[in-house]
């Protein structure tokens, strides 16, 4: 167990109609923990990222984040969820507004700050992410790696307890990849709580305190990276790693 959980499940299960995507999944991530959850294709991974701020809702279990049970909906949910920040794989920027803006709005509606003040902070992330001079432009006139740095800097303004990624890179060209992988590297060596959904074995091998491994709705293995990719102990696990590492 960790010493000092932040975000915790208990027994949660999850169905789309009869397919049972998550069943009696039990995960506990500690404060400055970095958990990369990888698996193959429809194993349940994005959904478990996506129960943790409820996104999607559960049938049973429990979710905490922070030591207070995850509210069904309402101010609370709202506060919570100001409490974790998600990116995702498509970068979902605001067309019509400014990188700047982009990053404040959530600050100026949900968190309260005045404008310039939200706009002095967003100014510092995306120095942080690498992006300062693009400051006044808009999303379409970035890349998708810079687009999605944007995305980083906006959920990390509203001064999370933790950040969840669910394939953050999966929509990007391979060579943005690494500008992205980057960031989230330097964040996790600030000791930023993250849960990252990822395809990038050599990004788990390298940031993550665990590798949890999913399989048909399961966590099959929930170990050190250095033990997962050298000594797996399922045939599940084997199977998947020795596909994707012979490429």
């Known amino acids: 167990m960790a010493v000092d959980p932040l975000i915790e499940l208990r027994d949660v299960n999850k169905y789309y109609g009869k397919l049972h995507v998550l069943q009696d999944i039990n995960l506990t991530v500690g404060r400055g923990e970095v958990v990369v959850v990888i698996g193959p294709s429809g194993s349940g991974k994005s959904t478990l990222c996506r129960t943790i701020n409820r996104l999607e809702t559960i049938e049973s279990g429990y979710i905490a984040i922070d030591g207070r049970p995850l509210p069904e909906e309402g101010k609370g949910l709202a506060e919570l969820r100001a409490e974790v920040g998600m990116v995702f794989q498509s970068f979902n920027l605001f067309a019509h507004k400014t990188v700047l803006a982009n990053v404040s709005l959530a600050q100026l509606k949900v968190r309260k700050r005045k404008k310039d003040q939200c706009d002095l902070r967003s100014r510092e992330l995306l120095e942080r992410v690498g992006l300062a001079s693009q400051a006044d432009k808009y999303p379409a006139q970035l890349s998708g790696g810079q687009q999605q740095r944007v995305a980083i800097a906006r959920a990390l303004a509203m001064d999370p307890k933790a950040l969840l990624f669910d394939e ?28 990252v959904v990822t395809h990038e074995m050599g990004f788990a091998r390298s940031a993550a305190n665990r590798v949890v491994f999913m399989a048909d709705g399961r966590i099959v293995e929930d170990r050190t990276p250095e033990a997962f990719f050298t000594a797996p102990e399922t045939d599940r696990a084997k199977d998947f790693l020795s596909k994707i590492l012979k490429h």
């Open 168 to 195: 953050p890179t999966s929509a990007l060209d391979p060579e943005m990849i690494n500008e992205v992988l980057e960031v989230m590297q330097q964040l996790a060596r600030d000791g930023m709580t993250m849960v």
